[in-house]
């Protein structure tokens, strides 16, 4: 039984035509996560019946909650609108087709436990991995995009994976910040927006896509890029 001592978490979890994945996270994240006092809220703008999956899954189980938007938000200013009414001490982000293992967020909440503001799950620290970017010239754009945030970006360095999609950080970090993210890349805004604090790299394996598709295209590229001009005039 967890004491009231015990840190509060919010894992959320974005979702866009995600059908089939939704029920395996939830178990996936609540065996991880077992006795601890956590939340799951998707941040959803489904059009495809992944919505009704969630909300099947919200109805019978008190720790899932869905936010859900009729219009496509992105990614990041989908999880930036549900952060606004977080109240939880911890909050985790993670994708929405188990690409980012659940077993790994035990690890990630250690590190903010031991004292880190920002755990990030690194596919690029050792013992890190990616097997999930289908192809080559994909994991070639992932790794070069993360090395010109990186240049461009003194806040980036704080970690070895500024680009990744799954990190863990206190709440209170962002106490005082807007944070006005564009396309993918949340944990960037946050890192150069609060960019004080302890940032610790957890190594995960990025896995393969098993179920719906990928929403990653070259227009994604292009609003990474305004992000980051963004940011760099910040
Ligand atoms: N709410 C919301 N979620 C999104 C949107 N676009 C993508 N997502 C979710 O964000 C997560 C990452 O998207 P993916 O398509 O898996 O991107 P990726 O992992 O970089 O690419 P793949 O390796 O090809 O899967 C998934 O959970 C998506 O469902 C969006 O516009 N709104
Ligand atoms: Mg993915």
Redesign the pocket.
């Known amino acids: 039984m967890p004491s009231s001592s015990t840190p509060t978490i919010a894992v959320i979890?974005?979702?866009?035509?995600?059908r089939g994945?939704p029920g395996p996270l939830v178990e996936q994240v609540t065996a991880a996560l077992g006795n601890a006092r956590f939340r799951i809220e998707f941040?959803?703008?489904?059009t495809d019946g992944t919505t009704c999956e969630i909300r099947e899954l919200a109805r019978g189980n008190p720790t899932v909650c869905l936010n859900h938007?009729l219009t496509?938000?992105?990614?990041a200013?989908?999880?930036a609108e549900v952060l606004d009414s977080v109240s939880e001490d911890i909050v985790v982000v993670m994708?929405?087709?188990l690409?980012h293992p659940p077993h790994i967020v035990p690890t990630l909440i250690d590190a903010l436990t031991a004292g880190a503001d920002i755990a990030v799950a690194s596919r690029y620290t050792p013992g890190g991995r990616e097997l999930?970017?289908?192809g080559p010239w994909?994991r070639v754009v992932?790794r070069e995009s993360s090395r010109i945030s990186q240049f461009l970006l003194p806040a980036a360095r704080r970690t070895s994976d500024p680009g990744s999609?799954f990190f863990a950080f206190r709440r209170r970090i962002l106490d005082g910040t807007v944070l006005q993210p564009v396309g993918?890349k949340l944990l960037l805004e946050v890192l150069v927006r609060t960019d004080s604090g302890r940032v610790v790299d957890v190594p995960y394996t990025?896995d393969r896509?098993i179920r719906?598709?990928?929403?990653?295209s070259p227009m994604?590229g292009l609003r990474y890029l305004r992000h980051l001009l963004r940011l760099c005039a910040s």
Request: proline fraction near 3%; hydrophobic fraction near 30%; aromatic fraction near 8%.
């Open positions: 979890v974005p979702t866009f035509n995600e994945n941040a959803d703008d489904s938007s496509r938000r992105g990614l200013r989908a999880v994708d929405g087709d690409q999930g970017l289908s994909r992932s999609g993918f990025f896509r719906a598709s990928s929403k990653a994604e």
